[in-house]
T-cell receptor, first 114, second 112 residues
């Protein structure tokens, strides 16, 4: 399967600051990447679909001005959480898609907003 | 709205025992996935099931799909401690790439 990396793996920030999370596809070029969030002991929620060279597609209820997604190359998508607040604390996971639309997930980024 | 229900949500079992996790979904789908998540880690793809009657096996885990019943099962044979994790099923569609709907997960604890 595909190999996906994320950076940073863990970040702690103060309320009101912005945090950027990088997602890289290491072994193939991904025109599409996906961003999920997962609260403790809960399932995954798809936030948005990141499209190389065009605007991301956000799921209903996800604020696009708060969660900025940029997919500038075929191997890199970034998620910026703007003006983060404690309720944004979560586990953020990106993924790329396999041949059967299965997801290959990155290792995740744990965001804690104080 | 597609709903995906897993049961049980929590499962504690002894090493050497067998058990089955169930995944029911509410609308017709053409693919179903199983993933594993270890505590504090991300998810790992286990199985992709694409057709009615599909069965896949890897080690002590076997997954099957009954599209008519809208049911997938993940069977654990002779459990070992290393299988302790949370298992998610997810239902997807060929025409809606990436938009799988995930179940709530089954947290499995295998005790010696």
């Amino acid at each position: 399967g595909a190999v996906v990396s994320q950076h940073p793996s863990r970040v702690i920030c103060k309320s009101g600051t912005s945090v950027k999370i990088e997602c890289r596809s290491l072994d193939f070029q991904a025109t599409t990447m996906f961003w999920y969030r997962q609260f403790p002991k809960q399932s995954l929620m798809l936030m948005a679909t990141s499209n190389e060279g065009s605007k991301a597609t956000y799921e209903q209820g996800v604020e696009k001005d708060k969660f900025l997604i940029n997919h500038a190359s075929l191997t890199l998508s970034t998620l910026t959480v703007t003006s983060a607040h404690p309720e944004d604390s979560s586990f953020y996971i990106c993924s790329v898609e396999g041949a059967w639309n299965e997801q290959f997930f990155g290792p995740g980024t744990r965001l804690t907003v104080l | 709205e597609l709903k995906v229900e897993q049961n049980p949500l929590f499962l504690s079992m002894q090493e050497g025992k067998n058990y089955t996790i169930y995944c029911n979904y509410s609308t017709t789908s053409d693919r179903l996935y199983w993933y594993r998540q270890d505590p504090g880690k991300s998810l790992e793809s286990l199985f992709v099931l694409l057709s009615n009657g599909a069965v896949k096996q890897e080690g002590r885990l076997m997954a099957s799909l009954d599209t008519k019943a809208r049911l997938s099962t993940l069977h654990i044979t002779a459990a070992v401690h290393d299988l302790s994790a949370t298992y998610f099923c997810a239902v997807g569609f060929n025409t809606n790439a990436g938009k799988s709907t995930f179940g709530d997960g089954t947290t499995l604890t295998v005790k010696p």
